[in-house]
């Protein structure tokens, strides 16, 4: 899917300036001189399209007290779904994704506590049938994306 110019800026306000208020399209729709059901419609194309996939607060867990770590696991390719949906069952995991690598399968998972977020682990690696490896950050980067161009 190409982005249109508006499609960029639907998105950049989604993702930096979201208006926090009862009827936030309404906001973003008169921001960029459209209607509201307009914005909503270029948002469910984007969803559709694999463009966004949620839209939702990010909360920094270590801020608030909670344990992160970044967790990559090797996978054969034929158990590569199944093992992606288990993993994505656990309430704690933010991100999942495939690599075109040895550690093929990667995820964050959010815990209360380190001992906490190692239990999880072990009982991934049981129900998937896979070694996890578990890299906590040493430092935070925040990657922000910004659409511009035509």
């Keep these: 899917m190409e982005l249109t ?12 300036d979201f ?3 009862e009827r936030p399209y309404a906001v973003i729709a008169d921001r960029l001189g459209i209607s509201e059901e307009e914005v909503l419609a270029r948002v469910k194309v984007l969803k559709e399209e694999g463009v966004i996939r949620r839209i ?16 990559a696991c090797h996978v054969e390719e034929d158990k590569v ?3 992606a949906g ?3 069952q656990e309430k704690g995991v933010t991100h999942n ?5 040895w ?6 998972l959010t815990s209360p506590s380190p001992e906490e977020g190692e239990k999880i682990i072990k009982d991934l690696e049981k129900r998937i049938g896979a070694e996890i ?18």
């Design 133 to 150: 490896k578990s890299m906590p950050a040493q430092k935070v980067y925040k990657i922000k994306a910004v659409f511009t161009g035509r």
């Design 103 to 108: 550690y093929n399968l990667w995820f964050t």
């Design 19 to 21: 208006p926090l208020v």
């Design 5 to 16: 110019r508006l499609d960029k800026e639907i998105l950049n306000i989604l993702q930096n």
């Design 56 to 71: 939702g607060g990010v909360i920094d867990a270590q801020k608030l007290g909670f344990y992160s770590t970044l967790c």
């Design 81 to 83: 779904w199944e093992a």
């Design 97 to 101: 994704y495939l690599r075109d690598d």
């Design 86 to 88: 288990i993993i994505n």
